[in-house]
Nanobody
Framework: QVRLMESGGGSVQAGGSLSLSCAAS????????MGWYRQAPGKQRELVAT??????IYADSVKGRFTMSRDNANVIVYLQMNSLKPEDTAVYFC??????????WGQGTQVTVSS
């Protein structure tokens, strides 16, 4: 079973930056997709960024501000968030999908951006 542990997050003023990381542990199969999602209060969980080994796909709302990277050797995924806006406030979840399409999720980390 894969366990994902997120770190980072916190509170920042608008225009600031935060970094998130997510490391996998346990019995780790080959991971083909890594990504980040977020869920704001009262809203559905939405995709932030995803990478299947090639180019990273970003939500339109974060393009040019967020950068996702992955460390395949250590099975870690990162999210650098710049120029943060109050509407970026949400709980951020990392996701990893194995070669058998089994999804694993982190516990979530809160990001709060004040105006």
């Amino acid at each position: 079973q894969v366990r994902l542990m997120e770190s980072g997050g916190g509170s920042v003023q608008a225009g600031g930056s935060l970094s998130l990381s997510c490391a996998a542990s346990g019995s780790i199969p080959y991971i083909k997709v890594m990504g980040w999602y977020r869920q704001a209060p009262g809203k559905q969980r939405e995709l932030v960024a995803t990478n299947s080994g090639g180019s990273t796909i970003y939500a339109d709302s974060v393009k040019g501000r967020f950068t996702m990277s992955r460390d395949n050797a250590n099975v870690i995924v990162y999210l650098q968030m710049n120029s943060l806006k109050p509407e970026d406030t949400a709980v951020y979840f990392c996701n990893m999908k194995s070669w058998t399409d089994r999804d694993s999720w982190g516990q979530g980390t809160q990001v709060t951006v004040s105006s």
